[in-house]
């Protein structure tokens, strides 16, 4: 199933330059590590949602 549908967020078009996808993670903390390709800079905007 895809990630966008899952997670109930809005469907992300077939030339979207977005990303998601399924993780499951452990109870607590987390830390997102987002890196730019090429060495790129900018920022970025991660979500992170509960799945029934």
Do not use: F, N
């Not at 903390?29 to 979500?47: I, M, R």
């Amino acid at each position: 199933m895809r990630a966008d549908y899952q997670g109930g967020a809005y469907l992300l078009g077939a030339d979207s330059k977005d990303a998601g996808w399924l993780q499951t993670l452990p109870p607590g903390s987390c830390t997102a590590h987002v890196t730019g390709g090429g060495g790129a800079s900018g920022v970025a905007l991660v979500e992170v949602y509960p799945l029934p």
